[in-house]
T-cell receptor, first 113, second 109 residues
Framework: DAMVIQNPRYQVTQFGKPVTLSCSQTLNHNVMYWYQQKSSQAPKLLFHYYDKDFNNEADTPDNFQSRRPNTSFCFLDIRSPGLGDAAMYLC????????????FGPGTRLTVT | KNEVEQSPQNLTAQEGEFITINCSYSVGISALHWLQQHPGGGIVSLFMLSSGKKKHGRLIATINIQEKHSSLHITASHPRDSAVYICAVPGGGADGLTFGKGTHLIIQP
């Protein structure tokens, strides 16, 4: 049974048109992460939620926002997608920060036209 | 910031060969992750280890905390092992991961 689910798996949006990616988990984990992986590059952490506390990485553009309405769901909002935002977006969860295994969703591949 | 280096970047081997992928990092850590990514994007956690050695089936991971180095070994490699293998360490906010660039492994029949 899938434990971290991402929808949609593939998303096409137009330049400048807001888009929302969804992640849900059945693990009841406290921490949810969003990573961006551009073609042939390593994934890069954008931000995380630790329970209801949101923290973005220092170099995450303001164009990226996130919402976590409850423990199970987390959303990634891209307010005005640019061509450079085309990437695979990976959601992951962890029971707590620190030395705990991370569980990844299948990813959403975003195309910007 | 922790710098994570993997080698080799690309590896092609014949079925049955013993495979070794290396990872080094620059700052001391509490644990290191080995991950597998297949074409299409999904990432699967293989190991998380903080000392010594772990084994799961044909996969073995070792870590030397003093030398800041870890290795992933695959015994009796099989074409289905073909994937990108990624080493990652905690270091981001709330211990999000910093990833190595990955090793693209191809096992030929």
């Amino acid at each position: 049974d899938a434990m971290v689910i991402q929808n949609p798996r593939y998303q096409v949006t137009q330049f400048g048109k807001p888009v929302t990616l969804s992640c849900s988990q059945t693990l009841n984990h406290n921490v949810m992460y969003w990573y961006q992986q551009k073609s042939s590059q390593a994934p890069k952490l954008l931000f995380h939620y630790y329970d209801k506390d949101f923290n973005n990485e220092a170099d995450t553009p303001d164009n990226f926002q996130s919402r976590r309405p409850n423990t199970s769901f987390c959303f990634l909002d891209i307010r005005s997608p640019g061509l450079g935002d085309a990437a695979m977006y990976l959601c992951a969860t962890s029971r707590d920060p620190g030395s705990y295994e991370q569980y990844f969703g299948p990813g959403t591949r975003l195309t910007v036209t | 910031k922790n710098e994570v280096e993997q080698s080799p970047q690309n590896l092609t081997a014949q079925e049955g060969e013993f495979i070794t992928i290396n990872c080094s990092y620059s700052v001391g850590i509490s644990a290191l992750h080995w991950l597998q990514q297949h074409p299409g994007g999904g990432i699967v956690s293989l190991f998380m280890l903080s000392s010594g050695k772990k084994k799961h089936g044909r996969l073995i991971a070792t870590i030397n905390i003093q030398e800041k180095h870890s290795s992933l070994h695959i015994t009796a490699s099989h074409p289905r092992d073909s994937a990108v293998y990624i080493c990652a360490v905690p270091g981001g906010g709330a211990d999000g991961l910093t990833f190595g660039k990955g090793t693209h492994l191809i096992i030929q029949p």
